[in-house]
């Protein structure tokens, strides 16, 4: 026995199926403190419990009279400010709903890569000053981290 749909009902059921996701999606946005992401303020990112420690290192760091998170962890024109927000935010809601994150957290390249900028960014004058010797910004090898790993988050 085989059920014909008609077209209001073929509609209404994919009305139904797009309300489920998008309440969904809200419902997720919402008890996830979405709103809070779309702003500068530090503890924000400490929302999730994994970045607690995070966190609390950056708070005892020397960068903390000076930088937040976003000046560190986002690049610092509006598109793609904006769009390293969404993209890490979807990245950490998939890893959190299906636990699979690896503990401690981690750093991944591209984003190594737009703190890696910002560090020149901010110090463009020591950056400067360091060109001619062995290593340069310039160099793939260069990576501020590598001598100054807690700067922003000391443990």
């Given at each position: 026995?085989?059920?014909?749909?008609?077209?209001?009902?073929?509609?209404?059921?994919?009305?139904?199926?797009?309300?489920?996701?998008?309440?969904?999606?809200?419902?997720?946005?919402?008890?996830?403190?979405?709103?809070?992401?779309?702003?500068?303020?530090?503890?924000?990112?400490?929302?999730?419990?994994?970045?607690?420690?995070?966190?609390?290192?950056?708070?005892?760091?020397?960068?903390?009279?000076?930088?937040?998170?976003?000046?560190?962890?986002?690049?610092?024109?509006?598109?793609?400010?904006?769009?390293?927000?969404?993209?890490?935010?979807?990245?950490?809601?998939?890893?959190?709903?299906?636990?699979?994150?690896?503990?401690?957290?981690?750093?991944?390249?591209?984003?190594?890569?737009?703190?890696?900028?910002?560090?020149?960014?901010?110090?463009?004058?020591?950056?400067?000053?360091?060109r001619g010797r062995t290593q340069t910004p310039s160099d793939a090898s260069f990576s501020c981290a590598r001598c100054h790993a807690h700067v922003g988050h000391r443990r």
């Amino acid at each position: 026995m085989r059920v014909r749909l008609d077209m209001s009902s073929e509609c209404l059921l994919l009305c139904g199926l797009f309300g489920a996701l998008f309440g969904a999606a809200c419902f997720t946005f919402h008890e996830g403190e979405g709103l809070s992401y779309l702003g500068n303020a530090a503890p924000t990112c400490a929302n999730c419990h994994v970045m607690q420690d995070q966190y609390d290192g950056w708070q005892k760091a020397s960068h903390h009279a000076v930088a937040a998170c976003n000046d560190c962890h986002v690049p610092h024109d509006l598109i793609g400010k904006y769009l390293t927000k969404a993209e890490n935010g979807f990245e950490h809601s998939k890893a959190f709903t299906l636990q699979n994150f690896h503990e401690p957290i981690a750093i991944r390249p591209h984003s190594a890569r737009i703190v890696q900028r910002n560090c020149i960014r901010c110090h463009v004058d020591r950056v400067n000053d360091m060109r001619g010797r062995t290593q340069t910004p310039s160099d793939a090898s260069f990576s501020c981290a590598r001598c100054h790993a807690h700067v922003g988050h000391r443990r």
